[in-house]
């Protein structure tokens, strides 16, 4: 059982590129989200998708758009990347079944905007 | 944005010491999860605590769900050097109709053998 897989791994981008970071989970979840990770400041919600077909902006959206392609799959693209966007990105996805959610996470993805 | 107060920041301790960590909000949360990250993975979920005063195991570690509901805490008990990671708080909160989770900073842990 994979649970919640992210790609890549690592990342390297010159300023100003584009790409996107992808995640899928297989254990028919249907919410999903985007978080990153800095140091000191623990993880911080970016966008989430609460159900297929519906995505919503989280804490820091600036700069992200995201694509829930299904119920499986949720993107992430960054248009022109930035160096303020050098941070690890995890994808992690939920149930939805109220009485005990919990939040199951990706591996990561270690970006750097140079 | 909205965080979670999480203390300590990063603890030195001896392997065989048990450990304490908390973290407090100023908002009201009916679910608080505890989760671990390894270098270069995600976090993992520990514990998960529903009502408050609610107090869960899961092995040495157990966690409180404080009466304020703006409140929890870890213990770990007679660690061992696997149990070197960052440690996150979470409280979860409904929002329009979609549940949301607020995280700690994270608490460092370091064991030495």
């Known amino acids: 059982n994979a649970g919640v897989t992210q790609t890549p791994k690592f990342q390297v981008l010159k300023t100003g590129q584009s790409m996107t970071l992808q995640c899928a989970q297989d254990m028919n979840h249907n919410s999903m989200y985007w978080y990153r990770q800095d140091p000191g400041m623990g993880l911080r919600l970016i966008y989430y998708?609460?159900?297929?077909?519906?995505?919503d902006k989280g804490e820091v959206p600036n700069g992200y758009n995201v694509s829930r392609l299904n119920k499986r799959e949720f993107s992430l693209r960054l248009e022109s990347a930035a160096p303020s966007q050098t941070s690890v990105y995890f994808c992690a996805s939920s149930p939805r079944r109220r009485a005990n959610e919990k939040l199951f996470f990706g591996s990561g993805t270690q970006l750097s905007v140079l | 944005g909205q965080q979670l107060n999480q203390s300590p920041q990063s603890m030195f301790i001896q392997e065989g010491e048990d450990v304490s960590m908390n973290c407090t909000s100023s908002s009201i949360f009916n679910t608080w999860l505890w989760y671990k990250q390894d270098p270069g993975e995600g976090p993992v979920l520990l514990i998960a605590?529903?009502?408050?005063?609610e107090l869960t195991s899961n092995g040495r570690l157990t966690a409180q769900f404080g009466i304020t509901r703006k409140d929890s805490f870890l213990n770990i008990s007679a660690s061992i050097p696997s149990d070197v990671g960052i440690y996150f708080c979470?409280?979860?909160?409904?929002?329009?109709?979609?549940?949301?989770?607020?995280f700690g900073t994270g608490t460092r842990l370091k064991v030495l053998a």
């Open positions: 979470a409280g979860r909160l409904l929002t329009s109709g979609t549940y949301k989770y607020i």
């Open positions: 605590l529903y009502k408050a005063g």
């Open positions: 998708s609460a159900s297929e077909g519906t995505t």
